[in-house]
């Protein structure tokens, strides 16, 4: 699934990217909180690695249809 729909305004468009910054900086700082400043930095490197990797693994519609996802 595309990140952004077709039929996304520009305010959409622009929420979803501000919601990100929002979570991303909100586990940085939890992870600074539980781990400190150095195993913080590294425990959310991995975390966006981890789930930037999730993004390129699930299938997208157009594999569904049909045709075998590898």
Do not use: H, W
């Amino acid at each position: 699934m595309a990140y952004f729909s077709q039929n996304d305004d520009g305010a959409q468009r622009g929420g979803k990217i501000a919601a990100d910054i929002a979570c991303g900086l909100l586990l940085l700082t939890f992870s600074i909180v539980f781990f400190g400043y150095l195993g913080g930095v590294v425990a959310f490197v991995i975390l966006a690695a981890a789930l930037v990797g999730v993004d390129f693994l699930m299938p997208i519609e157009r594999d569904s249809a049909g045709a075998g996802v590898r």
